[in-house]
């Protein structure tokens, strides 16, 4: 639920920017929430299942217990889980494009079908495979391009087939808002990954830095989301409010002494971000 909010508030933003330039179509947006939605499930299931068999998920582990770890479900019963998620995923992605086709055209809809494949690949690669990318501290580039740029700027183009300053700067402000939870996760599983050899940025940082690039994540946010609302005339309560919520999510990572504090701050951040899309619904 923590990360479904993220996600959902990422195609919101990108709704928005198309609403202020162009206007929104309602079966495109409907099957841009739904094909998120399924992406995120894929995501949160590969997760499960690829840390189970990594050995990233243990007794010792900070995080709330998982599916596979627990015993709830079998891996074998995980992965059809998966596949069923990743068709859903897909076959949504493709009505998607369908509705989307007479706007953006044929060649934009094979770059972006191209883009949902690597999406659900992306979803499952991460802790699944021989090499899992989130195992080598790679997760923050793609959770970045895909929460920022695919999600918000895709969503927009979609309905614009264009790309405006808005969505560059609101695709730079939610991904760094998304790799900001990322981060949040990887802060309070330090231990763990180091027992599982799963290199994110806080296990080659250290803990210090990574409270310092978290801070850096949250400012480039807060100065992306200022200029979009200064573009677009906001009030100064609205910004205040915007770089309030910005302000305390830091201070509140700053604050977190020990890893499983940092486990509350997930849903913090991830709802703080919801809020931030309710806000800017009122330009």
């Not at 997760?47 to 189970?52: E, P, V």
């Not at 700067?169 to 949040?184: D, E, H, K, M, P």
């Not at 990887?186 to 990574?210: C, F, H, Q, W, Y």
Request: aromatic fraction near 10%.
């Amino acid at each position: 639920m923590r990360t479904l909010f993220l996600s959902l508030s990422c195609i919101w933003a990108g709704l928005l920017c198309a609403q202020i330039s162009h206007g929104v179509e309602v079966p495109i947006a409907l099957f841009t929430f739904l094909t998120a939605l399924f992406l995120q499930i894929l995501s949160n299931l590969a997760n499960d299942y690829g840390d189970s068999i990594h050995g990233a998920d243990h007794a010792g582990r900070k995080g709330p217990s998982r599916a596979v770890q627990s015993g709830a479900i079998s891996k074998e019963a995980m992965k059809k889980a998966l596949y069923v998620s990743g068709a859903l995923s897909f076959i949504s992605g493709c009505l998607l494009l369908y509705f989307s086709h007479p706007i953006i055209g044929t060649q934009a809809v094979l770059i972006l079908l191209a883009t949902g494949i690597l999406s659900i690949i992306a979803a499952i690669a991460y802790t699944n495979g021989k090499r899992p990318y989130g195992y080598m501290g790679l997760g923050d580039i793609s959770v970045f391009i895909f929460f920022g740029f695919v999600a918000v700027m895709g969503s927009a183009y979609l309905h614009t087939a264009s790309v405006g300053s808005d969505s560059i700067l609101l695709s730079i402000a939610f991904g760094c808002l998304s790799v900001g939870v990322l981060n949040l996760n990887n802060m309070r599983d330090i231990e763990s990954d180091v027992t599982a050899n799963k290199m994110s940025i806080p296990v080659r940082i250290g803990l210090p830095a990574a409270k310092v690039y978290h801070t850096t994540l949250l400012l480039i946010a807060g100065v992306c989301l200022l200029l979009f609302g200064l573009n677009q005339g906001s009030s100064q309560l609205l910004l205040i409010s915007i770089s309030a919520l910005i302000c305390l999510n830091i201070f509140l990572a700053v604050k977190a002494q020990d890893y499983s504090s940092f486990d509350p701050l997930l849903k913090w951040l991830s709802l703080s971000t919801f809020v931030i899309t309710l806000l800017m619904q009122t330009l």
